[in-house]
């Protein structure tokens, strides 16, 4: 199962594409999209939309996996986020792919085995999990290649979505 992990952002977006076979994780590609603060807000969407389509027809994942949101204190941040997580959905709603939805709390319990780890703690996991050479990075890319290894875990969700 070949799956696009999402971290969603409006000034950047993290990506991260892994295959699971049985227990082997395989790392595929990672990174970002990013868009300029200056540029007008429906400007950045379409970006991160048309490379989420992008990506997508590159890699043919199976699924796709969006980080949900979590926000406590920036509620106008929270919205612009949302709205890029949006159009990332959409990418994968017109893919016919379908979507898994992980919080914070789930990654990284998936990817250490320990909710309230660290974010280095779950970098060092992902770099022994898909036997990298060093960490990855940036953190956003870090973050989606977590989603993804948490949906590949989760991999039966996907099969009961698509029935």
């Given amino acids: ?19 699971g076979k049985g227990s082997r994780l395989t ?15 429906a400007d950045r969407l379409e970006k991160i939309y048309a490379e989420a389509c992008e990506l997508i027809e590159r890699h043919a994942p199976e699924g796709v996996a ?15 986020v949302a709205q890029a997580r949006g159009v990332v959905a959409l990418a994968a709603c017109q893919a016919k792919l379908p979507i898994g939805e992980f919080s ?40 989606a290649l977590g989603v993804a290894i948490c949906q590949i875990h989760a991999g039966t969700t996907l ?5």
């Fill in 104 to 143: 914070p709390l789930e990654v990284k319990s998936a990817v250490v085995g320990y909710g309230k780890a660290t974010k280095r703690q779950v970098q060092e996991m992902i770099k022994i999990l898909l036997n990298l050479d060093d960490l990855p990075r940036p953190d956003d890319a870090a973050d």
């Fill in 27 to 41: 790392h595929i590609a990672h990174g970002t999209i990013t868009t300029p603060a200056g540029d007008p807000f």
């Fill in 66 to 80: 969006i980080e949900k949101l979590y926000f406590a204190r920036n509620v106008t941040t929270g919205l612009a």
């Fill in 1 to 19: 199962m070949k799956i696009l992990g999402i971290d969603p952002g409006t000034a950047t977006t993290g990506y991260g594409v892994v295959e």
């Fill in 159 to 163: 099969a009961a979505r698509e029935k």
